[in-house]
Structure formats: structure tokens, C-alpha cells
């Protein structure tokens, strides 16, 4: 049985792929609108295709042939017309096909009898309402603004040798190595840690972006939500289909994302949720970003040595330094 999350995804495709062939119909009608000679000539080239058709049918052996020849002829000559038409204004046939979100799939969410990583993902945020996933557009590496980053070496200040910039910029491209390279199991984890406004999020954007890029899948959820989530799939009598199929992905999803790790109120049932989550997919190599204003002294404290153990040996640790961004932004706008 199909879950609504699934129903809800299949109806957006439909949408989608309606209004992507309904702009592209307006396009058209707009370009001829302007340039009546296109019409005339499509006009012609559909006239002819018919006939092409009709003398395929009904001509004998000779007379087909001797027709087909002169149809085919009378086709090529005005499809160069047309193309010469498009050409001095500027456009080719491409540019009156629908431009679907999804090359690979046309936005209909299969390619062949495979679902595409699409669909997929689009059904993996209207399940966990991914609310971040949102941003990914606008927030990806191309968008990633250095200009937030001082260049002044100040370790007083900063508590690191190099500048602010340096150290983003090794974190980044750290970050856009470590989402090429999600299925090798040399590849440790991301953690990302640091005071608020410094680029966490933005920069897990990125990796999320570039992720899906690759047709591959991501989880981004807050750590509050994701633990409670695990903890009531746990502890209730009568799981669905869907809960399930949920529940799996928390562990099967190419990427994982944690967002504001240490934000949650802990107890022994989340606790061993996460540590379940870290220890399963680590196992399974399936990759783990996780972000958090802790520093990794406030992690051991806060967490059992058994969740610490697995940040120090199977992770990375990206430190966050510089000026509060949404600060800096404000200071401009002003």
C-alpha cells in the first residue's frame, strides 16, 4: 500500500510535469504569435507527414516509393527553412521542449521501472519535513560566500594558528571532497563544531546539495527531532508500513545530516537511539554529518564515552572559528 507521503510526492510530479509542458506549449505559441512564418512552415512539415503516412498505407510497392522520395525530399527542405527561421531569431527546436526540474527522468519520477534519486529525495523530505532541504538551491557550494572570513591571524583571539579564511576554506573543500566520496570506506565522517552564525549550516547545505547532485540521497533533520522520532517508533505498539520504511532510511539513506547536536534533552532512550544510529551505519559505511555549537570537551562530558569514542576514531572534526555571520550581515544591511 502506497503511504500518503508517497501519494503526495506522485501528485506533485504530476503537477510539475503538467506545468513544465504548459509552459512550454505558451512559449511556443508566443515565439509563432510573433513569427507567423514558423507556423506556416509546421503547418506544412504536419500536412506532409500525413501524407507521408496515408502513402505508406495505401500505395502500391512502386507508387510508395516514387512518393516517399518526393515527400521526404519536400520534408528536409522545410525543416532547413525552419531552422533557418529559428536561427535569426535566436532559438533552436530544444527551446520549445518542457524544461523539466529532472533531466534523467522528465520529472516523472521513474527512469524505466527504477524510481529516480528525485523522486526518491523529494519522498525522503515530505516523510521527515525537511524544512532545510528547502535551501539547498541557494546554499551550495557555488553560493559559498568567503568574504565573512577574516584573513588575520589572531590564535588570542580565534584559539587557531591560522586565519578565520584559511581555516573555511580547508573546511570547505574537505566538505566538497567528503560528498564525492561517500561510498569509500577510507572516507571518515564530518563534525562540525563552533559557536552560532559561523557557517555550519550553510556549508552542511552545500554538502547536501552536492550530494543529491550525484543522484544521491539525504536525511537532514535536527537532532531533537530525530531522536524523538526514534524513541517513539520504538516505543509504539502498532508500527505502519510507512514508520517502518522510515525508519529504515534513518540507516539506509546515502547521507545522514544531524543538525544541532547537543540542542536536545537527553535520556537513556536517546542516548541509545544515537548510538545506534552512529554505530549501524558506520557498520553499513553509510555516511554522517553532524553539526553542533559543542566543542568536542562539552561533547565527551555531555555524552557516554562509548558516543565520544566513535566521534574521535571514526570522524573528522572541523572546528568553526570567526565572526557571527548573521551579525556581520545585519552591520551591512544597515
Known sequence: MQSEAYKKVERDFSIKRQHA????????????????????????INKISIKSI?????????????????????LDR???????????????????EPKYECSKCGDTGFV???????????LINESFKQSNMFKVKDENFATFDFGY??????????????????????????AYN????????????LLFTG???????????????????????????TAPILLDKMVDYKFKFNKTDSEREEYDKIFDVDLLIIDDLGTESMNSAKFSELFNILNTRLL?????????????????????????????????????????IRLLKKKLTR
Open 78 to 96: 522545410l525543416n532547413r527553412e525552419y531552422e533557418e527561421q529559428l536561427s535569426i531569431i535566436g532559438l533552436s527546436k530544444r527551446d520549445f
Open 21 to 44: 509542458q504548459s509552459d512550454a506549449k505558451r512559449f511556443k505559441k508566443n515565439v509563432y504569435d510573433d513569427n507567423p512564418k514558423l507556423a506556416e512552415i509546421e503547418d506544412k
Open 149 to 174: 572570513y577574516s584573513s588575520s591571524n589572531d590564535k588570542e583571539k580565534y584559539g587557531i594558528e591560522k586565519s578565520p579564511l584559511e581555516n573555511i576554506d580547508a573546511i570547505r573543500k574537505l
Open 112 to 122: 524505466g521501472n527504477k524510481m529516480c534519486s528525485c523522486f526518491n529525495q523529494q
Open 54 to 74: 496515408k502513402s505508406r498505407i495505401f500505395s502500391d510497392d512502386l507508387s510508395r516509393q516514387i512518393e516517399q522520395d518526393k515527400l521526404t525530399s519536400q
Open 284 to 324: 553499513k559505511n553509510k555516511k554522517i554529518l553532524i553539526s553542533t555549537n559543542l566543542t568536542p570537551q562539552e561533547i565527551k562530558r555531555e555524552y557516554e564515552e562509548r558516543i565520544f569514542s566513535r566521534f574521535v576514531g571514526d570522524f573528522i572534526i572541523c572546528r568553526f572559528v570567526g565572526e557571527d
Open 178 to 189: 567528503f560528498s564525492h566520496n561517500l561510498e569509500d570506506p577510507a572516507q571518515k565522517n
Open 195 to 221: 559557536s552560532t552564525g559561523l557557517g555550519k549550516t550553510f556549508l552542511a547545505n552545500c554538502v547536501a546539495s552536492e550530494t543529491i547532485k550525484q543522484g544521491k540521497s539525504v536525511i537532514y533533520q
